[in-house]
């Protein structure tokens, strides 16, 4: 089982920012779409944000566009979610999760049925 290490959760206050990370040393992320999803107290797993192997497309949901920025750097087999203008709504726990699409695929889904592996997710909270 590949192994995703997810980091940066935290506690926020409204309008703050944070960066969520996602690596893994046992694939080669240049083979791979990332996945970014959360899931909130109560409510289904919700794909926000997700990006292309060589970073040819990105996809943001309703919920996060214009706030949240997706990247990656596949040198070092890492992907990010810039979280800006945090409000209280988007506390969550997040995850992300790759697919194998190869070096060819420019797309990615926001359904979390194709992802192949999945990080043990981390907490955001946004609170005053």
């Known amino acids: 089982q590949v192994q995703l290490v997810e980091s940066g959760g935290d506690l926020v206050q409204p309008g703050g920012s944070l960066r969520l990370s996602c690596a893994s040393s046992e694939i080669d992320f240049n083979h791979y ?8 107290p109560g409510k289904e797993r919700e794909g926000i944000s997700c990006i292309s192997s060589q970073d040819d497309y990105e996809y943001y949901s309703e919920s996060v566009e214009g706030r949240f920025t997706i990247s990656r750097d596949n040198a070092r087999n890492t992907a ?20 194998h699409t190869g070096r060819e695929i420019e797309d990615c889904h926001a ?5 192949d592996y999945w990080g043990q997710g981390t907490q955001v909270t946004v609170s005053s």
């Open 80 to 99: 990010y979610l810039q979280m800006n203008s945090l409000k209280t709504e988007d506390t969550a726990v997040y995850y992300c999760a790759v697919e």
């Open 111 to 115: 359904d979390s049925s194709p992802y």
């Open 33 to 40: 779409a990332v996945g970014w999803f959360r899931q909130a």
